[in-house]
């Protein structure tokens, strides 16, 4: 059913947006959120987190003429709720028939939809080096990216197709955590020209922004390693070899190659500060290695990843900052408010990076979450095969990023 064919409640319901319902929940406010979306959409991916309660009531149930006790029982009376469900139209309708029987409810502004809009900026404060560098955090899908700016030049990595306006200018509105650490800064905001895009692989979880921002003048830069995959638009973008460099300023970005959870995997070190590692290690895990050759391939892809870990990114010095291209609801966000951390302090928490090779390979092959929704039509969007309007492009990547092994077979006791 289409938002616009739910019928219109007597109740007045009142609308949060989005951005003010993240502000609560990262205030530390309990919140209760009644999700109207079926069961599983619910068990794909929903709001979550330690303030939160959340309760899944699919819509349908709330058409009847009357509804039944049991379900209208699961819904709390003695606090407000906020109801959600994919685009706004069923919470509205759901949140109207709460409202009419006395429930202090609202609902979610552009559901589900709305949520995965909200892109925040944090600064890195631990960064050393040259310049300042941010990282973009969308809490729908814990994807990441950074930008890096100084002396009125800027680069940006692992940037999302959908907030390609976002990158060049300040049109979009950002959300909130720390005060101190958000701002609007964008590189029209900043008064910077974004001189680089930057992948660090080909993405199997959300659609890339580097085409579009390169035909909008900035720089697309690809590895050179994952052209092979097949990508049909190598010829139009820079190609970025193991160990070449990029200048921001007084920043250098140096490609590391290190191939795993894909053949092209690359990360680049900011300033010898910090490794942009894109999916081959975060902050509370490692990269599973199965989505470019499937099960098949995933234990040669392991070996490999295991490689690139011991001998690219282990080898660096223990303070240098590892950023990855996502987080995960178990992840734990650094004093700044960013998912960063020492690399150092990941050997010491994270029994995996001391296995020995077999060890390692046996773990994370042992307990794979599933693939991310949508991975091969993902993937076929990124290599140029398959194109996509921007509306299907959001779409396609709705939900959890699921590009990481098990947390729990791989974090230290």
Avoid at 122 to 151: I, N, W
Avoid at 178 to 186: F, K, L, M, V, W
Avoid at 207 to 233: K, Q
Avoid at 362 to 381: F, Q, S
Wanted: negative net charge.
């Amino acid at each position: 059913m289409n938002a616009e064919d739910f019928p219109t409640p007597d109740a007045d319901v009142e609308s949060v947006t989005p951005e003010t319902l993240k502000s609560r929940i990262d205030d530390g406010e309990s919140v209760t959120i009644l999700d109207a979306r079926m069961s599983g959409d619910y068990e794909e991916w929903h709001i979550d987190g330690e303030n939160v309660e959340s309760i899944n009531v699919p819509y349908f149930h709330f058409l009847e003429d009357e509804l039944d006790a049991d379900i209208i029982a699961d819904v709390p009376d003695d606090r407000e709720v906020t109801v959600l469900c994919a685009k706004g139209g069923a919470s509205e309708y759901v949140a109207g028939t709460l409202a009419e029987r006395g429930y202090d409810v609202h609902h979610l502004e552009d559901g589900m939809n709305g949520w995965a809009r909200i892109y925040e900026t944090v600064e890195v404060t631990d960064y050393d080096g040259a310049g300042t560098l941010l990282q973009y955090q969308r809490p729908s899908s814990g994807c990441l990216g950074y930008l890096v700016y100084d002396d009125g030049e800027a680069a940006v990595i692992d940037p999302l197709r959908a907030f390609t306006d976002r990158y060049l200018d300040d049109t979009a509105e950002l959300g909130s955590a720390s005060p101190a650490s958000h701002a609007q800064q964008d590189a029209d905001e900043l008064g910077v020209d974004l001189k680089y895009a930057l992948d660090t692989h080909i993405h199997a979880d959300h659609i890339s922004g580097v085409r579009n921002l390169d035909a909008a003048g900035v720089e697309g830069v690809i590895p050179a390693a994952a052209v092979d995959r097949g990508v049909t638009y190598a010829d139009d973008l820079t190609t970025a070899e193991d160990g070449d460099t990029f200048e921001v300023g007084d920043v250098t970005i140096e490609t590391v190659a290190t191939p795993g959870h894909t053949t092209g995997m690359t990360s680049y070190l900011i300033d010898d500060s910090l490794l942009a590692t894109g999916d081959g290690l975060f902050i509370e895990s490692v990269a599973r290695p199965d989505l470019e050759e499937g099960d098949e391939g995933a234990p040669d892809a392991a070996r490999m990843l295991y490689e690139s870990l011991q001998e690219r990114v282990l080898t660096l010095p223990d303070d240098t900052l590892i950023g990855g291209a996502h987080f995960s609801d178990t992840a734990e966000p650094a004093s700044d408010g960013t998912y960063t951390a020492p690399i150092g302090q990941l050997v010491d928490e994270m029994d995996a990076l001391s296995m020995d090779e077999d060890d390692f390979v046996e773990t994370i092959l042992a307990d794979m979450p599933p693939r991310p929704a949508n991975y091969e039509d993902i993937i076929a969007t990124n290599l140029g095969q398959n194109s996509v309007d921007d509306d299907e492009a959001f779409t396609l990547e709705l939900g959890p990023n699921n590009c990481a092994a098990s947390q729990e077979s791989l974090a230290g006791d």
